[in-house]
């Protein structure tokens, strides 16, 4: 009795990692991750329906979570083709101010004065007076 219900588990993770391969490939075909609707409006033969990736998985979105884990090499063909990576800008962080300004190197005039600097040019400006 328990043989068989260990050979149905095992055979629920087989149809299960046969159904994320076709899935996979198909959305590979159509070079994105695609919605559950738009797998439904795929008009070449899939292999597997979305209702029964959908009895399969629970979600769709388990379904890309699984995809993603079990088969990284097509995942990131999939996100290689639908989001191409612009590299971002680089802009040089002022060292005085902390932001990208245009001021000369070391004569930051957009930084913020500090209350602690203040504070103590006035102390000494006192202790010369006395």
């Known amino acids: 009795m328990a043989d068989q219900k260990k050979e149905k588990r095992m055979g629920?993770?087989?149809?299960?990692?046969?159904?994320?391969?076709?899935?996979?490939?198909?959305?590979?075909e159509e070079g994105k991750?695609?919605?559950?609707?738009?797998?439904?409006y795929i008009s070449k033969p899939?292999?597997?329906r979305s209702g029964n990736l959908m009895n399969l998985f629970?979600?769709?979105?388990?379904?890309?979570?699984?995809?993603?884990?079990?088969h990284p090499d097509i995942w990131t063909q999939l996100q290689g083709e639908s989001a191409p990576?612009?590299?971002a800008?680089?802009?040089?962080?002022?060292?005085?101010?902390g932001e990208a300004c245009e001021c000369p190197p070391g004569e930051c005039n957009c930084a913020k004065p500090d209350p602690?600097?203040?504070?103590?040019?006035?102390?000494?400006e006192k202790e010369e007076d006395e």
Do not use: H, N, Y
């Open 12 to 28: 629920s993770i087989r149809r299960r990692d046969v159904a994320i391969q076709a899935a996979a490939m198909a959305m590979l």
């Open 33 to 40: 991750v695609l919605t559950r609707k738009e797998f439904d």
């Open 46 to 48: 899939t292999g597997v």
């Open 58 to 70: 629970g979600s769709w979105s388990r379904l890309v979570g699984f995809i993603e884990k079990d």
């Open 85 to 87: 990576e612009e590299p």
């Open 89 to 97: 800008p680089t802009e040089e962080v002022c060292d005085t101010c």
């Open 116 to 124: 602690l600097e203040a504070l103590a040019k006035a102390s000494e």
